[in-house]
């Protein structure tokens, strides 16, 4: 049985989540289906970001629970010192993208 560590899933082939995908009485169906799931909301994630930097949008509402979703692909990027996240109450934060860099 091939052995993956849980920071390993998103590069995961094809051809691996075949194989895994056999192994469906220990669980291992819903891991990949987790991973799927958590690459689609990345994408959704990245597409949001490049409609915010091409003034598609002028500003992005994040609830708290989605926040550290939002965060881990918003770091990644070469632009991320021209967001400004802007808390709100409860811990939702607006966003928005800056022409200059904030320092």
Known sequence: MLQI???EWIALTIVE???IKVDLEK???DKIKMVKVVQQLKEEITEILDR???GELS???VKNED????????VKRNDFKHF???GQRGG????QYLKEPRS
């Open 5 to 7: 560590q849980e920071k």
């Open 84 to 86: 400004r996240g802007i």
């Open 59 to 61: 500003e992005y509402y």
């Open 17 to 19: 989540c075949e194989i």
């Open 67 to 74: 926040f550290m979703e939002f965060r881990e692909v918003l």
């Open 52 to 54: 915010l930097m091409t």
């Open 92 to 95: 939702d934060v607006l966003y």
């Open 27 to 29: 669980g291992i169906y």
